[in-house]
């Protein structure tokens, strides 16, 4: 029985040839960009309307993006806000998000902020796990 040229040796994963870190990158710098090279076009949208959502809503209530990292809980801070890709950099090269945290509101908005990173990352994985056959 002859099989597929485009399968592992274990049979259940495809082989497709290119760039396989592409949705990865992709993915961490635009939200939901990885699923989208990948024609997933509704999980793509729903990802990047929840991450642009919960980064937009916590700007909006003044939350703080990490900048510099002065100790450990500020250093887990900028790695969640650094999950956003572009849209940190280009808040940053804007000023948005230097505020001083102040109030309740604003506490709740870095918190946005940083979930907002960690399910961007979280959504980039999934898309190089599509992308090397791991998930279907």
Not at 41 to 63: D, K, N, T
């Amino acid at each position: 029985m002859a099989t597929a040229p485009n399968k592992t040796a274990a049979g259940n994963e495809r082989v497709r040839p290119g760039f396989v870190y592409l949705p990865l990158i992709a993915g961490w710098l635009v939200p939901g960009g990885g699923h989208f090279l990948l024609g997933k076009w509704v999980r793509g949208a729903l990802l990047a309307a929840s991450v642009i959502a919960m980064f937009a809503l916590g700007l909006a209530m003044h939350g703080k993006l990490y900048g510099s990292a002065q100790n450990v809980l500020e250093m887990l801070g900028m790695a969640g806000d650094l999950g956003n890709g572009l849209l940190f950099l280009v808040s940053r090269a804007f000023g948005l998000g230097a505020y001083m945290v102040r109030i309740t509101t604003q506490d709740y908005g870095t918190k946005f902020i940083v979930v907002a990173g960690l399910l961007n990352v979280i959504a980039a994985v999934d898309a190089h796990n599509l992308r090397t056959g791991r998930k279907s």
